[in-house]
């Protein structure tokens, strides 16, 4: 059985790499790609996998993950500037992809087994969502 959580955030972020030129990153990432940065409102559905405890009914107490939640993704990344408030990505381009794997990283140890962490799935706006299950 899974069960989802969501939970939505607001945060800009700068898609450019140091590895390419000024033409080579407005090429790649269009008008994200403008230092001043641009920001959405992130959705992030969190995928949990497991069997129903046969005394509560449930796969993971939702009180906890919400807490787990609110730690871990809601703090780090509400109302930040990507590239510059959150540690992970000073070096790396803060793509949806990448945010993702971020968060991936951030809530994989934090779920109590025996239920697991089946995907994160993040929308940076209604028509693009990365979705991160693990490496394979």
Not at 12 to 32: F, K, M, P, Q, W
Not at 71 to 78: P, T
Request: net charge negative; hydrophobic share 40%.
């Amino acid at each position: 059985m899974i069960i989802s959580k969501q939970v939505e955030f607001s945060a800009s972020h700068i898609c450019r790499s140091t590895l390419l030129s000024d033409a080579e990153n407005e090429s790649v990432y269009g008008a994200a790609a403008n230092p001043l940065s641009h920001g959405h409102n992130y959705l992030v559905d969190v995928a949990i996998e497991g069997t129903p405890d046969p005394v509560t009914g449930m796969i993971l107490d939702l009180k906890l993950l919400k807490e787990i939640l609110e730690a871990k993704v809601l703090h780090v990344y509400d109302h930040r500037l990507i590239n510059r408030e959150v540690d992970s990505f000073a070096h790396k381009v803060p793509t949806v992809e990448n945010i993702a794997i971020d968060i991936w990283n951030r809530l994989v140890a934090e779920i109590p087994p025996p239920a697991t962490l089946q995907s994160v799935r993040v929308h940076e706006t209604r028509e693009l969502f990365a979705e991160y299950r693990g490496e394979a």
